[in-house]
């Protein structure tokens, strides 16, 4: 839940912790594998499928092992558009590269940045941009 905290949906200046857009109720571990169910703001949310790549990217890059992501079922229009995208790796990567190039990424991901390994501290780094 610290690492989803951290992240923000675009148009609004919660995380999708507080939003509900994620909760522990639909965070799994079975094999050593991450899974996680999110509910996008609205069944119309026009950001589904970059909160779901957002998700995985930042559940991926903290965890060092690979996380299965999925729009919860009946809670958005393109459900399954959204989750097989989130479930083929390249078109995963693919969606993912763009988000970062427009900037998305870091609008909407609030990365920790570690301190030297003999410190337990971490320092975050907020770059939040809202556009309304």
């Not at 857009?21 to 991450?34: G, K, Q, R």
């Not at 991901?109 to 501290?121: A, D, F, G, Q, T």
């Amino acid at each position: 839940m610290d690492i989803l905290s951290e992240i923000r949906d675009p148009g609004v200046p919660m995380s999708i912790v507080e939003m509900g857009i994620v909760s522990e109720d639909w965070i799994h571990l079975d094999d050593d594998v991450f899974r996680v169910e999110f509910r996008p703001a609205s069944p119309f949310c026009p950001v589904g499928v970059a909160l779901g790549v957002i998700i995985k990217y930042a559940l991926e890059e903290n965890l060092d092992t690979e996380a299965k992501v999925r729009v919860l079922r009946g809670s958005h229009l393109q459900e399954s558009l959204v989750n097989e995208l989130l479930e083929n790796r390249k078109r995963y990567l693919k969606t993912l590269n763009r988000l970062k190039s427009s900037g998305f990424v870091t609008r909407c991901y609030c990365r920790p940045l570690h301190r030297p390994e003999s410190s337990n501290n971490k320092v975050y780094l907020a770059v939040s941009i809202f556009v309304p």
